[in-house]
């Protein structure tokens, strides 16, 4: 399980967007996201420098919890 705070993810449409590019990374990743505290938990066989690449690509700084 990977945990990132990514602070300028306020909207839902951020989330989706998120999902999205974790998705581009592994696309059998299950994806639960905290809008509220700004955070997204996943479960995925990707490491995590390609995910936080795809958030960054996408417009998300993340940084892991």
Known sequence: MQNY???NMT???CAGVVQK???SVDPQ???KVDLGNREVS???AAAA???ADALKA???ESRAL
């Open 11 to 13: 909207c839902g449409h």
């Open 42 to 44: 996943v479960e995925t």
């Open 21 to 23: 590019a974790i998705l």
């Open 29 to 31: 990743a299950t994806i």
């Open 5 to 7: 705070k990514i602070d």
């Open 49 to 51: 420098g390609p995910i």
């Open 58 to 60: 996408a417009g998300y």
